[in-house]
T-cell receptor, first 112, second 113 residues
Protein backbone atom coordinates (compact mmCIF):
# COMPACT_ATOMS: atom_id res chain seq x y z
CA UNK A 1 0.00 0.00 0.00
CA UNK A 2 1.74 3.11 -1.22
CA UNK A 3 1.76 6.08 1.10
CA UNK A 4 0.33 9.50 0.41
CA UNK A 5 1.80 10.62 -2.91
CA UNK A 6 2.37 14.27 -3.67
CA UNK A 7 3.67 15.73 -6.88
CA UNK A 8 5.61 17.51 -7.91
CA UNK A 9 8.10 17.42 -5.07
CA UNK A 10 9.55 20.75 -6.12
CA UNK A 11 7.84 23.46 -8.13
CA UNK A 12 9.23 26.77 -9.30
CA UNK A 13 6.87 29.41 -10.59
CA UNK A 14 7.31 33.02 -11.64
CA UNK A 15 5.18 35.64 -9.98
CA UNK A 16 1.74 35.75 -11.56
CA UNK A 17 1.76 32.14 -12.77
CA UNK A 18 -0.48 29.35 -11.50
CA UNK A 19 0.66 26.50 -9.28
CA UNK A 20 -1.11 23.13 -9.17
CA UNK A 21 -0.21 20.73 -6.43
CA UNK A 22 -1.47 17.16 -6.50
CA UNK A 23 -2.12 14.69 -3.73
CA UNK A 24 -3.12 11.05 -4.11
CA UNK A 25 -4.32 9.71 -0.76
CA UNK A 26 -3.56 6.26 0.55
CA UNK A 27 -5.82 3.53 -0.77
CA UNK A 28 -9.09 3.47 1.11
CA UNK A 29 -8.65 6.96 2.54
CA UNK A 30 -11.49 9.34 1.75
CA UNK A 31 -10.37 12.31 3.87
CA UNK A 32 -7.69 14.71 2.64
CA UNK A 33 -6.11 17.64 4.44
CA UNK A 34 -3.76 20.32 3.15
CA UNK A 35 -1.26 22.13 5.37
CA UNK A 36 1.25 24.86 4.61
CA UNK A 37 4.62 25.23 6.27
CA UNK A 38 6.46 28.52 5.98
CA UNK A 39 10.24 28.44 6.54
CA UNK A 40 11.18 27.81 10.17
CA UNK A 41 7.54 27.47 11.23
CA UNK A 42 5.05 24.77 12.13
CA UNK A 43 2.39 23.49 9.79
CA UNK A 44 -0.81 25.50 9.42
CA UNK A 45 -4.11 23.92 8.41
CA UNK A 46 -5.54 25.08 5.11
CA UNK A 47 -8.42 22.86 4.04
CA UNK A 48 -10.17 19.56 4.79
CA UNK A 49 -11.91 17.69 1.99
CA UNK A 50 -13.83 14.50 1.48
CA UNK A 51 -14.67 13.11 -1.93
CA UNK A 52 -16.38 15.90 -3.90
CA UNK A 53 -16.92 18.00 -0.76
CA UNK A 54 -15.06 20.77 1.01
CA UNK A 55 -15.66 20.21 4.72
CA UNK A 56 -13.60 23.04 6.18
CA UNK A 57 -11.66 25.70 4.29
CA UNK A 58 -11.22 28.04 7.21
CA UNK A 59 -7.42 28.09 6.76
CA UNK A 60 -7.45 28.96 3.07
CA UNK A 61 -6.66 32.51 2.00
CA UNK A 62 -9.83 34.07 0.61
CA UNK A 63 -8.36 34.86 -2.78
CA UNK A 64 -6.26 32.96 -5.31
CA UNK A 65 -6.38 29.62 -3.44
CA UNK A 66 -8.75 26.77 -4.18
CA UNK A 67 -8.87 23.03 -3.52
CA UNK A 68 -10.80 20.09 -4.83
CA UNK A 69 -11.02 16.36 -4.29
CA UNK A 70 -12.97 14.90 -7.21
CA UNK A 71 -14.71 11.56 -7.30
CA UNK A 72 -11.91 10.20 -9.46
CA UNK A 73 -8.30 11.30 -9.33
CA UNK A 74 -6.10 13.17 -6.91
CA UNK A 75 -6.86 16.15 -4.73
CA UNK A 76 -5.62 19.41 -6.24
CA UNK A 77 -4.52 22.56 -4.45
CA UNK A 78 -4.49 25.42 -6.91
CA UNK A 79 -2.83 28.77 -6.37
CA UNK A 80 -3.52 31.41 -8.98
CA UNK A 81 -1.29 34.41 -9.67
CA UNK A 82 1.37 33.29 -7.22
CA UNK A 83 3.33 35.84 -5.18
CA UNK A 84 6.64 35.48 -3.33
CA UNK A 85 4.80 35.02 -0.03
CA UNK A 86 3.29 31.78 -1.36
CA UNK A 87 6.73 30.15 -1.27
CA UNK A 88 6.41 27.35 1.26
CA UNK A 89 6.17 23.62 1.68
CA UNK A 90 2.66 22.29 1.14
CA UNK A 91 1.83 19.00 2.78
CA UNK A 92 -1.11 16.76 2.15
CA UNK A 93 -2.38 14.18 4.64
CA UNK A 94 -5.03 11.50 4.28
CA UNK A 95 -7.01 9.33 6.65
CA UNK A 96 -9.93 6.90 6.65
CA UNK A 97 -12.35 8.27 9.21
CA UNK A 98 -11.56 9.60 12.68
CA UNK A 99 -8.10 8.04 12.84
CA UNK A 100 -4.56 9.21 12.45
CA UNK A 101 -3.78 11.04 9.22
CA UNK A 102 -0.64 10.17 7.26
CA UNK A 103 1.45 12.85 5.60
CA UNK A 104 2.92 12.94 2.13
CA UNK A 105 6.44 14.09 1.27
CA UNK A 106 5.28 17.60 0.50
CA UNK A 107 5.62 19.95 -2.44
CA UNK A 108 8.12 22.73 -2.05
CA UNK A 109 6.92 25.76 -3.97
CA UNK A 110 9.35 28.51 -4.83
CA UNK A 111 8.07 31.70 -6.41
CA UNK A 112 10.72 33.71 -8.23
CA UNK B 1 -9.81 28.48 18.74
CA UNK B 2 -7.24 25.96 19.92
CA UNK B 3 -3.74 27.25 20.59
CA UNK B 4 -0.67 25.04 20.96
CA UNK B 5 2.53 26.27 22.55
CA UNK B 6 5.79 24.42 22.53
CA UNK B 7 8.90 25.21 24.45
CA UNK B 8 11.71 25.57 24.11
CA UNK B 9 11.82 26.53 20.42
CA UNK B 10 15.54 25.85 20.22
CA UNK B 11 17.46 23.28 22.20
CA UNK B 12 21.15 22.54 22.03
CA UNK B 13 22.24 19.50 24.00
CA UNK B 14 25.35 17.47 24.53
CA UNK B 15 25.31 13.81 23.77
CA UNK B 16 24.41 11.73 26.77
CA UNK B 17 22.27 14.40 28.44
CA UNK B 18 18.56 14.31 29.20
CA UNK B 19 16.01 16.96 28.40
CA UNK B 20 12.26 17.55 28.11
CA UNK B 21 10.21 19.39 25.51
CA UNK B 22 6.85 20.77 26.63
CA UNK B 23 3.61 21.16 24.73
CA UNK B 24 0.69 23.11 26.21
CA UNK B 25 -2.70 23.43 24.54
CA UNK B 26 -5.68 25.59 25.29
CA UNK B 27 -8.82 23.43 24.86
CA UNK B 28 -9.90 19.83 25.31
CA UNK B 29 -8.78 17.39 22.64
CA UNK B 30 -9.05 13.67 21.97
CA UNK B 31 -5.61 13.14 20.46
CA UNK B 32 -2.14 14.57 20.64
CA UNK B 33 0.68 13.70 18.26
CA UNK B 34 4.42 14.09 18.30
CA UNK B 35 6.26 14.30 14.98
CA UNK B 36 9.85 14.50 13.92
CA UNK B 37 10.94 16.48 10.86
CA UNK B 38 14.41 16.42 9.31
CA UNK B 39 15.44 19.39 7.13
CA UNK B 40 13.64 19.36 3.79
CA UNK B 41 11.70 16.23 4.69
CA UNK B 42 8.17 15.30 5.62
CA UNK B 43 6.79 14.54 9.07
CA UNK B 44 7.56 11.26 10.75
CA UNK B 45 4.93 10.21 13.28
CA UNK B 46 6.53 9.36 16.62
CA UNK B 47 3.66 9.00 19.09
CA UNK B 48 -0.12 9.24 19.27
CA UNK B 49 -1.45 9.90 22.77
CA UNK B 50 -5.13 9.28 23.36
CA UNK B 51 -5.93 9.39 27.03
CA UNK B 52 -5.01 11.03 30.28
CA UNK B 53 -1.91 9.53 31.79
CA UNK B 54 -0.85 7.92 28.52
CA UNK B 55 2.87 7.23 28.32
CA UNK B 56 4.63 5.84 25.28
CA UNK B 57 8.29 5.08 24.77
CA UNK B 58 10.37 4.36 21.70
CA UNK B 59 14.10 4.12 22.10
CA UNK B 60 15.44 7.26 23.77
CA UNK B 61 12.15 9.16 23.43
CA UNK B 62 9.24 9.02 25.85
CA UNK B 63 6.00 10.97 25.50
CA UNK B 64 3.32 11.55 28.11
CA UNK B 65 -0.03 13.27 28.26
CA UNK B 66 -1.86 15.03 31.09
CA UNK B 67 -5.25 16.04 29.72
CA UNK B 68 -6.27 17.82 32.91
CA UNK B 69 -3.26 20.11 32.73
CA UNK B 70 -3.48 20.16 28.90
CA UNK B 71 0.19 19.31 28.81
CA UNK B 72 2.28 16.80 26.94
CA UNK B 73 5.99 16.20 27.34
CA UNK B 74 8.58 14.60 25.10
CA UNK B 75 11.50 13.39 27.17
CA UNK B 76 14.86 12.65 25.61
CA UNK B 77 17.15 10.28 27.45
CA UNK B 78 20.90 10.12 26.83
CA UNK B 79 20.70 12.10 23.62
CA UNK B 80 22.66 11.02 20.55
CA UNK B 81 23.52 13.03 17.44
CA UNK B 82 20.96 11.13 15.33
CA UNK B 83 18.17 12.73 17.34
CA UNK B 84 19.00 16.15 15.90
CA UNK B 85 15.82 17.30 14.12
CA UNK B 86 12.78 19.51 14.66
CA UNK B 87 10.06 18.05 16.85
CA UNK B 88 6.44 19.15 16.61
CA UNK B 89 3.48 18.46 18.80
CA UNK B 90 0.07 18.62 17.15
CA UNK B 91 -3.32 18.57 18.80
CA UNK B 92 -6.45 17.33 17.09
CA UNK B 93 -9.20 19.94 17.00
CA UNK B 94 -12.76 18.90 16.25
CA UNK B 95 -15.51 21.44 15.74
CA UNK B 96 -18.69 21.57 13.74
CA UNK B 97 -18.08 18.39 11.77
CA UNK B 98 -14.52 19.35 10.92
CA UNK B 99 -11.31 17.95 12.30
CA UNK B 100 -7.79 19.22 11.86
CA UNK B 101 -4.41 19.28 13.53
CA UNK B 102 -3.13 22.41 15.23
CA UNK B 103 0.66 22.39 15.40
CA UNK B 104 3.09 23.96 17.78
CA UNK B 105 5.91 26.00 16.30
CA UNK B 106 8.36 23.16 16.77
CA UNK B 107 11.48 22.58 18.82
CA UNK B 108 14.71 22.54 16.85
CA UNK B 109 16.97 20.09 18.62
CA UNK B 110 20.71 20.01 18.03
CA UNK B 111 22.71 17.29 19.76
CA UNK B 112 26.41 18.07 19.91
CA UNK B 113 29.12 15.44 20.28
Amino acid sequence: NAGVMQNPRHLVRRRGQEARLRCSPMKGHSHVYWYRQLPEEGLKFMVYLQKENIIDESGMPKERFSAEFPKEGPSILRIQQVVRGDSAAYFCASSPFNTEAFFGQGTRLTVV
Amino acid sequence: ELKVEQNPLFLSMQEGKNYTIYCNYSTTSDRLYWYRQDPGKSLESLFVLLSNGAVKQEGRLMASLDTKARLSTLHITAAVHDLSATYFCAVEYTQGGSEKLVFGKGTKLTVNP
